[in-house]
């Protein structure tokens, strides 16, 4: 095999593009650009991660649905106060066969404007509330930007849940538990830590009331990600749709329901391989892996008997059925004709979180070998420990992955309150959290300030001189506020901005 050709530090989209392609998780659809085709690799963390979010939400009484995936132009309408900043995005079906189709239809790129004529028929009573559907599925977002595997994609698999609530505070509730499920999804099953905050004006959901999101970090280009997000619609697609319930305190009043809507889609995946990987290639955390220990026969060489060959092979057999047993997903690595130097290299590439090695060495101390595949530490376990030993270790592995990334996200969010420190603090890879006052001109003006100058000489510079680097944009408003910020006196951190600071807001270079 070839491994990784480039290194993460030296060209990180290029190793990111080969660790996605190499580790068989991904295959370009070269048939049409910006499409990706996801292999076995891929849909076992998928499923890993739908199956946990799946049962969790069914705790919260959310139940299943499916709507049709086309949209018409009607109930496009509908939602015509932000249509328009979408429009660019959305794949029309104009024709079947080879007749033109009477009204053409648009292939979903979210489902409100699907859903909602049929909310509006099913709720009626406040009995009817809570309604709350969730639906797995796919979206396609004619992207006009660079698309890459996971990150950026003009289809991909998500989940879109949408509730109806008799009020504010009820639907608030919600957003803020279906929040914390995201931030588990990252935290406990792709050891990716995430901060948990609120969108500003700018940067919500457009057509909602207010965004709450989980926000990643990437230590290699320090940028922030969205994770995903949990919008509080308010009453504005009621309104829209006119869902309504008549008043249970006031006969004959009618109230528009409060909805929420809320996404989480593969890009976590794209997420989780930027984080751990290394110049190896894929490093997976043990809870997510398809396979969690690869078990490889070493030291079989040509001059074993056949008879003591068959013996060992035996052995190993043992070793795979008590890790079986113990509920450990394991393989055994017996190809002929490769050694086990190619074998470790494959599956290191392949991010497997446990080499166990098994030689006439090994079988005469009655131990296993181990490799861990995020640290390369090696040792030994005893044949008679492997059932309490090897889950404790995967365990550790999936612990000490999060605590090496939440360190490097700590490390690199810093807290800022002299302008002049921003840009540096950006260019060292942090991301920034300042005193500001959450007003969208200022934060465009902040975007403005801190995109990299391309210098003059620069204009007219040879090909592949460095273009400039983008400004900062918000991320979120921590729930975890800092200390230090005083109401009427602090003011906002942006030198052309007069304005007094409204919160602590985390900005950064982003995706
Ligand atoms: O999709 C949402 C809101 C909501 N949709 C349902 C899941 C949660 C949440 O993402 C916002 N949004 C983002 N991006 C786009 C659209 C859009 O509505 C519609 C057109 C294409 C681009
Ligand atoms: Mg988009």
Request: hydrophobic share 40%.
């Given at each position: 095999i070839i491994g990784i050709t480039v290194s993460k530090t030296d060209n990180f989209s290029q190793w990111y593009q080969e660790v996605v392609l190499k580790a068989e998780m991904i295959e370009y659809y070269t048939e049409i650009s910006g499409f990706f085709i996801m292999r076995p690799a891929t849909m076992h963390i998928w499923n890993t991660i739908r199956k946990w979010f799946q049962e969790r939400i069914e705790a919260l009484g959310v139940e299943e649905t499916s709507f049709p995936m086309f949209l018409s132009q009607k109930s496009l309408e509908k939602e015509k106060d932000h249509v328009e900043g979408f429009a660019p995005e959305l794949a029309w079906v104009t024709k079947a066969g080879d007749k033109d189709l009477e009204v053409p239809v648009a292939v979903r790129p979210t489902s409100e404007a699907v859903m909602y004529p049929y909310y509006s028929k099913w709720i009626r009573s406040h009995r009817d509330l809570p309604l709350r559907l969730n639906q797995w599925n796919s979206v396609v977002r004619w992207e006009a930007k660079q698309t890459t595997p996971f990150l950026r994609a003009r289809e991909f698999l998500w989940q879109e849940g949408h509730t109806a609530h008799l009020t504010e505070q009820l639907a608030g509730e919600e957003v803020l538990q279906?929040?914390?499920?995201?931030?588990?999804?990252?935290?406990?099953?792709?050891?990716?830590?995430?901060?948990?905050?609120?969108?500003?004006?700018?940067?919500?959901?457009?057509?909602?009331?207010?965004?709450?999101?989980?926000?990643?970090?990437?230590?290699?280009?320090?940028?922030?990600?969205?994770?995903?997000?949990?919008?509080?619609?308010?009453?504005?697609?009621?309104?829209?749709?006119?869902?309504?319930?008549?008043?249970?305190?006031?006969?004959?009043?009618?109230?528009?329901?409060?909805?929420?809507?809320?996404?989480?889609?593969?890009?976590?995946?794209?997420?989780?391989?930027?984080?751990?990987?290394?110049?190896?290639?894929?490093?997976?955390?043990?809870?997510?892996?398809?396979?969690?220990?690869?078990?490889?026969?070493?030291?079989?060489?040509?001059?074993?008997?056949?008879?003591?060959?068959?013996?060992?092979?035996?052995?190993?057999?043992?070793?795979?059925?008590?890790?079986?047993?113990?509920?450990?997903?394991?393989?055994?690595?017996?190809?002929?004709?490769?050694?086990?130097?190619?074998?470790?290299?494959?599956?290191?590439?392949?991010?497997?979180?446990?080499?166990?090695?098994?030689?006439?060495?090994?079988?005469?101390?009655?131990?296993?070998?181990?490799?861990?595949?995020?640290?390369?530490?090696?040792?030994?376990?005893?044949?008679?420990?492997?059932?309490?030993?090897?889950?404790?270790?995967?365990?550790?592995?999936?612990?000490?992955?999060?605590?090496?990334?939440?360190?490097?996200?700590?490390?690199?969010?810093?807290?800022?309150?002299?302008?002049?420190?921003?840009?540096?603090?950006?260019?060292?890879?942090?991301?920034?959290?300042?005193?500001?006052?959450?007003?969208?001109?200022?934060?465009?003006?902040?975007?403005?300030?801190?995109?990299?100058?391309?210098?003059?000489?620069?204009?007219?510079?040879?090909?592949?001189?460095?273009?400039?680097?983008?400004?900062?944009?918000?991320?979120?408003?921590?729930?975890?506020?800092p200390e230090g910020l005083v109401k009427g006196e602090t003011k906002c951190l942006s030198p052309e901005c007069t304005r007094l600071a409204e919160q602590w807001c985390m900005f950064g270079r982003s995706y």
């Open positions: 279906i929040l914390e499920l995201y931030a588990g999804i990252y935290e406990q099953l792709l050891a990716v830590p995430v901060v948990r905050g609120r969108k500003t004006e700018a940067e919500k959901f457009a057509g909602g009331y207010y965004t709450t999101t989980v926000e990643g970090y990437i230590p290699s280009n320090g940028r922030g990600i969205q994770g995903a997000t949990s919008h509080c619609l308010g009453q504005n697609f009621s309104k829209m749709f006119d869902i309504t319930v008549e008043d249970p305190n006031e006969k004959g009043k009618h109230i528009n329901v409060w909805q929420n809507s809320w996404g989480l889609s593969t890009r976590v995946i794209g997420v989780m391989v930027m984080i751990h990987g290394d110049d190896k290639g894929l490093v997976l955390p043990p809870r997510i892996a398809k396979i969690q220990s690869i078990l490889i026969p070493v030291g079989l060489t040509a001059k074993m008997t056949a008879e003591d060959k068959e013996k060992h092979l035996k052995h190993l057999d043992e070793i795979f059925f008590t890790l079986k047993k113990a509920g450990i997903r394991t393989e055994v690595d017996l190809r002929e004709g490769y050694t086990p130097a190619w074998k470790f290299n494959d599956w290191e590439l392949k991010g497997v979180p446990l080499r166990l090695e098994f030689g006439p060495k090994d079988a005469a101390k009655d131990v296993v070998s181990y490799a861990r595949r995020d640290t390369g530490e090696k040792g030994t376990i005893p044949l008679a420990e492997l059932t309490a030993k090897v889950p404790e270790l995967l365990e550790t592995i999936q612990q000490d992955m999060y605590n090496k990334a939440e360190a490097a996200y700590r490390a690199h969010r810093l807290q800022i309150t002299k302008w002049d420190d921003v840009v540096p603090a950006l260019d060292a890879k942090n991301v920034v959290i300042i005193p500001h006052c959450l007003v969208p001109a200022c934060e465009d003006k902040v975007k403005e300030l801190t995109a990299g100058r391309a210098d003059d000489a620069a204009e007219n510079a040879p090909e592949g001189h460095k273009a400039p680097s983008m400004g900062m944009k918000s991320l979120c408003i921590p729930f975890e506020q």
